[in-house]
């Protein structure tokens, strides 16, 4: 076998977070499952395997290192027994070194579920496609027809936005996948901010099992509302007439407009609680007043305007 660095395409001084993720890389790319018709990459994958089961036990990494055994964990100098250093079935790790870090198997099993079939070594782990067998990863071979191995697809990640009406109803929401695809995604009660929707099997394609879709879902900004955690804040334009005198207006809200009574004399600016008309029921409405004065100007009003300010004047500024 070549150099297991060169292999992995890593130095010498790589860490066991480096090994790890290169062989992760070159087992997705030359998994068997992967490239059925590619025999080339059948032996690639086990070449990578292989390295990586020298270089991630501590011991045997320390070994080859040092030149006292070679890329097959044969030793290079007399008095040793070559079973004694992995001339035997791959695999059986033992000693003070085994066990450091992940086995190849246990990355393998990070992207891929479900491998049946026989266990290296055993029964049928020798049987080739003629035979109707599928590959054992682990015994670079092949297992028994019907192992249950599957890898499942990637995960992805797509945004959606909501209106403050629609999370505040509930309902559904159309989706568009990145594949153009459009879904129908129901929205949970109470959605909050970023909250994620997990779809199972809309994500990419796997060997058997797709992936999820994972929509994060944020508010739309509101032309009508202004939202402070479960309160919402509206502005509601009010005549100057109504401002003096009082008035009944129609305030809207995340159910449909309410009346609200304007007692005489209210100062412009000033927020009317609604109790409980806010995002979910949970929180309030504060109407907003702001006195609106007539489009074009009126002379009437700035003949009042004038004799207020040069008869009545009165203090609003310190």
């Known amino acids: 076998m070549r150099d297991p660095y060169t292999v992995l395409g890593v130095p010498r001084s790589a860490t066991e977070k480096d090994i790890k993720s290169a062989y992760r890389k070159l087992a997705k790319k030359y998994h068997p499952d992967q490239n059925p018709d590619d025999p080339s990459s059948h032996g690639k994958f086990a070449e990578a395997t292989n390295a990586y089961d020298l270089l991630n036990d501590t011991e045997k990494?320390?070994?080859?290192?040092?030149?006292?055994?070679?890329?097959?964990?044969?030793?290079?100098?007399?008095?040793?027994n070559p079973g004694g250093f992995g001339g035997g079935a791959r695999g059986g790790r033992s000693g003070a070194g085994a066990g450091a870090g992940f086995s190849a198997e246990d990355i393998l099993k990070e992207f891929m579920s479900g491998f049946g079939g026989q266990q290296r070594g055993g029964p049928g782990a020798g049987r080739g496609?003629?035979?109707?067998?599928?590959?054992?990863?682990?015994?670079?071979?092949?297992?028994?027809?019907?192992?249950?191995?599957?890898?499942?697809?990637?995960?992805?990640?797509?945004n959606a936005t909501v209106s403050l009406e629609d999370a505040h109803k509930g309902g559904s929401i159309s989706v568009r996948m990145p594949t153009g695809k459009v879904l129908s995604v129901k929205l949970p009660e109470?959605?909050?901010?970023?909250q994620q929707i997990r779809l199972k099997g809309q994500g990419s394609p796997g060997m058997g099992e797709a992936g999820d879709a994972l929509v994060t879902v944020?508010?739309?900004?509101?032309?009508?509302?202004?939202?402070?955690?479960?309160?919402?804040?509206?502005d509601v334009p009010i005549t100057l007439y109504e401002a003096v005198l009082g008035a009944k207006v129609r305030v809207p809200t995340l159910d449909g407009s309410v009346e609200l009574n304007l007692p005489p004399g209210i100062d412009t600016g000033k927020a009317l609680r609604l109790k409980g008309k806010g995002l979910y029921g949970d929180g309030d409405l504060y109407a907003n007043l702001k006195v609106v004065l007539p489009p074009g100007?009126?002379?009437?009003?700035?003949?009042?305007?004038?004799?207020?300010?040069?008869?009545?004047?009165?203090?609003?500024?310190d």
Not at 218 to 234: A, I, P
Not at 298 to 314: G, H, S, T, V
């Open 218 to 234: 944020r508010f739309e900004k509101s032309k009508q509302f202004r939202r402070d955690g479960q309160d919402l804040r509206t």
């Open 129 to 158: 496609p003629a035979g109707g067998a599928q590959w054992d990863p682990f015994a670079g071979g092949a297992a028994g027809a019907g192992a249950g191995r599957h890898m499942k697809g990637e995960d992805i990640v797509v």
């Open 297 to 317: 100007g009126d002379a009437d009003l700035e003949a009042l305007a004038r004799f207020m300010r040069d008869q009545k004047p009165y203090k609003v500024r």
């Open 61 to 80: 990494r320390g070994q080859f290192d040092r030149g006292e055994i070679d890329a097959d964990g044969h030793p290079k100098f007399a008095g040793f």
């Open 190 to 194: 109470k959605l909050e901010e970023n």
